[in-house]
């Protein structure tokens, strides 16, 4: 007979699959392929990342999820050295219909807060997930 499950416990499976869900429509198989790897090395930070980040704040609604996607590639410019996530973000930011233009646009203008410098990495950053995505569409 199967466990009955606590509404405490109840909760933390609704914000897991939440989580996935969030992921999965921004980040896609991607996403999914990010988390394997990270729960091969920690387990526990893979469901952090799964519960907290994209089961309570994603999830949210109040934003829709194109300008999360913009909010969390301003900040990840203005960083200046989180490549791995912009990358994830900038194609995420695609998956969830900005444009090239749009997000060309926010890393443009966090050149005034975050410098020239982060600007120009993320731009080619940028620049390599648009490359990508072309070859993915032929």
Do not use: W
């Amino acid at each position: 007979m199967a466990k009955k499950l606590s509404g405490d416990e109840l909760m933390e499976v609704n914000r897991y699959k939440r989580g996935e869900e969030a992921l999965s429509k921004i980040h896609g198989h991607i996403g999914e392929s990010v988390m394997d790897a990270l729960k091969a090395i920690s387990p526990d930070f893979a469901r952090m990342i799964i519960e907290f980040p994209y089961g309570d704040i994603y999830s949210r609604g109040v934003l829709s999820p194109k300008e999360r996607q913009i909010a969390t590639i301003a900040s990840l410019v203005t960083l200046g050295n989180a490549t791995t996530e912009l990358k994830a973000h900038i194609q995420g930011a695609l998956n969830v219909g900005c444009s090239r233009q749009e997000i060309v646009e926010v890393i443009i203008q966090m050149a005034v807060y975050a410098g020239f410098p982060a600007a120009v990495n993320a731009i080619l950053v940028a620049k390599d997930v648009f490359v990508e995505s072309e070859k993915k569409d032929h």
